[in-house]
């Protein structure tokens, strides 16, 4: 699956904003990395040109920074999640009750921030909410709307993951910051790794501990010399990537892609999955090797239709120059069939079916009984007549038995047309005309 992480600067959203970015043919795998301004979004990404075609079509997934986000935990009352039909309606309800909850804990107006609920969330339970500036968010997505991605997700750089007890470091030596979850009291905590601080917030069973610490190259050194042993090493892409991995879906509520856009972002994630993924490799040889087979199948069933459709034409051939071994050139055998029959006839003097007395004598054998003709007209082998009215019953009935003896029956106005129709029975009675 390629994707293209965009990670947004916490300083306020302007002309003079950065953004970094981390590209990846595979989701697993660095391919490019770097910062960019925004006027040069649209570019991504800068190092390797060659992959811009690429990240067209990528997966654009947002991370919001640490710094910009704070995290609570609230217990939501019975009946607040939204479920089934109602569901946009009770979304606007739950942000209301979240703004209540969490009122005596943030520092600015409720109506200024954006709120995110915990992938899941459950009732009478603790659920964490992260929390950020709503203008910046809205800010920083539309600059990257309007570079020509479209953002599938939104993901916070850390969460509060319980599979994860870890700590990490990250940032400058001179600006060094400790992430992680405090244990037992299971808070987050984000704080500046400094001896003062480690001090100030935290007790020193709690961070010297047995649990992992990761850091990122550049304040490694200063992790191992307050933690006193050695940590992992992760460079900032790969952490990103890692990011992406998280199930935090941030754009909720007022958002605008929050529902429609997610929807859609799952979808194509899934298709990108059947399409690249190696754990679908066999399934996808499978459904090939389906459609080739279907293709050789439908190759072999139309072979056989053409062969079957040349062998009826050259039987309808051999039966005209059987019956006429006179026909010199083969064009159109039913029509020169016709025509041959037709002239057999006159010559032997044979009543022919567009004879006058001949239609009269089918038609009075095929009417029904006690129907009575008030004109007849006959003219270029058509015959027309005027009768009783007919009902649909009757009229089907004549029409079909009209067309056993090779004559049609049409209306027209207030009369009736009788007229040969019926070439096969003309070829069929070439077997018994045959001088």
Same mark, same amino acid.
């Given at each position: 699956?390629?994707?293209?992480?965009?990670?947004? $600067?916490?300083? $306020?959203?302007?002309?003079?904003?950065?953004?970094?970015?981390?590209?990846?043919?595979? *989701?697993?795998?660095?391919?490019?990395?770097?910062?960019?301004?925004?006027?040069?979004?649209?570019?991504?990404?800068?190092?390797?040109?060659?992959?811009?075609?690429?990240? @067209?079509?990528?997966?654009?997934?947002?991370?919001?920074?640490?710094?910009?986000?704070?995290?609570?935990?609230?217990?939501?009352?019975?009946?607040?999640?939204?479920?089934?039909?109602? /569901?946009?309606?009770? /979304?606007?309800?739950? @942000?209301?009750?979240?703004?209540?909850?969490?009122?005596?804990?943030?520092?600015?107006?409720?109506?200024?921030?954006?709120?995110?609920?915990? $992938?899941?969330?459950?009732?009478?339970? !603790?659920?964490?909410?992260?929390? #950020?500036?709503?203008?910046? +968010?809205?800010? %920083?997505?539309?600059?990257? &709307?309007?570079?020509?991605?479209?953002? /599938?997700?939104?993901?916070?750089?850390? #969460? $509060?993951?319980?599979?994860? !007890? *870890?700590?990490?470091?990250?940032?400058?030596?001179?600006?060094?910051?400790? +992430?992680?979850?405090? +244990?037992? /009291?299971?808070?987050?905590?984000?704080?500046?790794?400094?001896?003062?601080?480690?001090?100030?917030?935290?007790?020193?069973?709690?961070?010297?501990?047995?649990?992992?610490?990761?850091?990122?190259?550049?304040?490694?050194?200063?992790?191992?010399?307050?933690?006193?042993?050695?940590?992992?090493?992760?460079?900032? !892409?790969?952490?990103?990537?890692?990011?992406?991995?998280?199930?935090?879906?941030?754009?909720?509520?007022?958002?605008?892609?929050?529902?429609?856009? @997610?929807?859609?972002?799952?979808?194509?994630?899934?298709?990108?999955?059947?399409?690249?993924?190696?754990?679908?490799?066999?399934? @996808?040889?499978?459904?090939?090797?389906?459609?080739?087979?279907?293709?050789?199948?439908?190759?072999?069933?139309?072979?056989?239709?053409?062969?079957?459709?040349?062998?009826?034409?050259?039987?309808?051939?051999?039966?005209?120059?059987?019956?006429?071994?006179?026909?010199?050139?083969?064009?159109?055998?039913?029509?020169?069939?016709?025509?041959?029959?037709?002239?057999?006839?006159?010559?032997?003097?044979?009543?022919?079916? =567009?004879?006058?007395?001949?239609? +009269?004598? &089918?038609?009075?054998?095929?009417?029904?009984?006690?129907?009575?003709?008030?004109?007849?007209?006959?003219?270029?082998?058509?015959?027309?007549?005027?009768?009783?009215?007919?009902?649909?019953?009757?009229? =089907?009935?004549?029409?079909?038995?009209?067309?056993?003896? %090779?004559?049609?029956?049409?209306?027209? %106005?207030?009369?009736?047309?009788?007229?040969?129709?019926?070439?096969?029975?003309?070829?069929?009675?070439?077997?018994?005309?045959? !001088?």
């Amino acid at each position: 699956m390629t994707v293209l992480i965009l990670t947004l $600067p916490a300083t $306020p959203i302007d002309a003079c904003a950065t953004f970094d970015y981390v590209a990846s043919l595979d *989701g697993l795998s660095v391919s490019d990395h770097g910062t960019v301004a925004m006027e040069q979004l649209s570019q991504l990404p800068l190092q390797t040109p060659t992959l811009q075609p690429l990240m @067209r079509t990528a997966t654009v997934v947002v991370v919001l920074p640490t710094l910009a986000l704070s995290w609570h935990q609230v217990t939501l009352p019975r009946g607040s999640l939204p479920r089934g039909l109602m /569901s946009e309606r009770s /979304s606007t309800r739950l @942000r209301t009750i979240l703004a209540s909850l969490l009122e005596d804990q943030l520092l600015d107006d409720p109506d200024q921030l954006h709120l995110a609920l915990q $992938p899941q969330p459950r009732e009478d339970a !603790p659920t964490w909410v992260a929390v #950020c500036n709503h203008a910046w +968010l809205v800010a %920083g997505l539309q600059a990257i &709307t309007q570079a020509g991605y479209n953002v /599938s997700r939104v993901v916070p750089e850390f #969460c $509060p993951d319980a599979a994860d !007890p *870890g700590f990490y470091v990250l940032g400058t030596p001179c600006n060094a910051l400790l +992430l992680g979850r405090v +244990l037992p /009291s299971d808070c987050f905590l984000a704080m500046p790794l400094s001896v003062d601080a480690l001090a100030l917030h935290s007790e020193p069973s709690t961070l010297n501990d047995l649990r992992p610490i990761t850091a990122e190259p550049s304040v490694a050194a200063l992790a191992e010399s307050l933690f006193k042993r050695p940590v992992q090493l992760l460079q900032g !892409p790969q952490r990103l990537l890692q990011a992406i991995e998280c199930p935090w879906d941030m754009a909720q509520f007022d958002l605008r892609h929050a529902e429609r856009d @997610r929807r859609r972002a799952g979808l194509v994630k899934a298709l990108n999955t059947l399409w690249r993924g190696p754990q679908w490799r066999a399934a @996808r040889l499978a459904l090939v090797a389906i459609l080739l087979v279907q293709l050789a199948g439908l190759n072999t069933w139309s072979w056989r239709e053409q062969a079957s459709l040349a062998a009826k034409r050259l039987a309808v051939r051999n039966v005209l120059t059987g019956t006429f071994p006179t026909v010199p050139v083969v064009v159109d055998a039913p029509v020169q069939m016709k025509h041959e029959l037709a002239a057999l006839q006159r010559a032997k003097g044979a009543p022919q079916p =567009s004879d006058l007395d001949v239609m +009269l004598a &089918t038609l009075s054998a095929t009417v029904p009984v006690g129907y009575a003709l008030t004109a007849i007209d006959y003219a270029a082998q058509e015959l027309r007549f005027k009768g009783p009215t007919l009902t649909a019953d009757d009229q =089907s009935r004549l029409a079909l038995a009209l067309k056993q003896q %090779g004559l049609s029956l049409t209306r027209q %106005g207030l009369q009736w047309s009788v007229k040969p129709s019926n070439l096969a029975n003309a070829i069929n009675s070439a077997t018994v005309l045959t !001088p």
